[in-house]
């Protein structure tokens, strides 16, 4: 065993010749830029099939162009006659308070910047009396500012829920109306999943709807009371 030992010792003590490890290192070199090249020529060739098919490279299918359009518009006003039934629905009210809390936080928001205006003011002048007047009514109204803020989540969160009800009760009863199970199961293979459509798909619309609401809304609102405000 002991000879067996020394004998592998003297045999890795070697010193490797300079011209095995110069080659050895220029045949790695040589085979990662192989394998760079060959990569980078399979990106460009795929990206090339994509620019002139139009679809994801090696699928042969041609991508769509997804954009807003008339029929685009047609289909969500029905859908919004499904979402929102009439003046008198509970997504209306639910409409009507969100577009009241986002007035009022504007509101607060102005009242916000013009009493700490008035608090810098009064720190300037050394003015004591007003200063602690001003910050008496900074924490005497962070209570109905916070219930504003709560009911603004609270509106947008019930709103997304009763538009995801409406949806899935709408397309549920035409969903399980007659053949139509059938039919989509079966028959035709143009809707994949409609399970999936009927779940996740249908609460995300409904909230991109909500977001897309308070995100349009939201802004205008603030266009017409910042320039009332500063007109007046």
């Given at each position: 065993?002991?000879?067996?030992?020394?004998?592998?010792?003297?045999?890795?003590?070697?010193?490797?010749?300079?011209?095995?490890?110069?080659?050895?290192?220029?045949?790695?070199?040589?085979?990662?830029?192989?394998?760079?090249?060959?990569?980078?020529?399979?990106?460009?060739?795929?990206?090339?099939?994509?620019?002139?098919?139009?679809?994801?490279?090696?699928?042969?299918?041609?991508r769509t162009k997804i954009a807003p359009d008339m029929r685009f518009v047609k289909q969500l006003m029905k859908l919004l006659k499904v979402l929102?039934?009439?003046?008198?629905?509970?997504?209306?009210?639910?409409?009507?308070?969100?577009?009241?809390?986002?007035?009022?936080?504007?509101?607060?928001?102005?009242?916000?910047?013009?009493?700490?205006?008035?608090?810098?003011?009064?720190?300037?002048?050394?003015?004591?009396?007003?200063?602690?007047?001003?910050?008496?009514?900074?924490?005497?109204?962070?209570?109905?500012?916070?219930?504003?803020?709560?009911?603004?989540?609270?509106?947008?969160?019930?709103?997304?829920?009763?538009?995801?009800m409406r949806l899935t009760r709408h397309f549920y009863d035409k969903y399980l109306k007659g053949f139509t199970y059938y039919q989509l199961c079966?028959?035709?293979?143009?809707?994949?999943?409609?399970?999936?459509?009927?779940?996740?798909?249908?609460?995300?619309?409904?909230?991109?709807?909500?977001?897309?609401?308070?995100?349009?809304?939201?802004?205008?609102?603030?266009?017409?009371?910042?320039?009332?405000?500063?007109?007046?």
């Amino acid at each position: 065993m002991a000879p067996t030992l020394s004998k592998l010792q003297g045999l890795f003590s070697r010193p490797v010749p300079n011209g095995l490890l110069v080659l050895a290192v220029s045949a790695g070199v040589i085979s990662y830029l192989k394998k760079q090249q060959a990569a980078i020529r399979k990106g460009q060739k795929s990206a090339i099939t994509f620019a002139k098919g139009g679809g994801d490279a090696g699928s042969g299918q041609k991508r769509t162009k997804i954009a807003p359009d008339m029929r685009f518009v047609k289909q969500l006003m029905k859908l919004l006659k499904v979402l929102v039934p009439g003046f008198a629905s509970p997504e209306a009210g639910l409409m009507a308070l969100v577009a009241a809390m986002m007035v009022s936080r504007t509101v607060w928001d102005l009242w916000m910047l013009s009493n700490g205006t008035k608090v810098e003011s009064s720190i300037i002048h050394r003015d004591l009396p007003r200063f602690k007047k001003r910050i008496a009514y900074f924490l005497a109204l962070m209570v109905p500012i916070s219930c504003t803020n709560q009911l603004l989540k609270y509106g947008l969160a019930e709103l997304r829920i009763r538009f995801r009800m409406r949806l899935t009760r709408h397309f549920y009863d035409k969903y399980l109306k007659g053949f139509t199970y059938y039919q989509l199961c079966n028959m035709d293979s143009r809707i994949a999943n409609p399970d999936q459509l009927l779940t996740q798909d249908i609460d995300k619309f409904a909230e991109c709807l909500t977001e897309l609401y308070s995100n349009l809304s939201k802004p205008l609102l603030d266009i017409i009371l910042y320039s009332l405000r500063l007109s007046s």
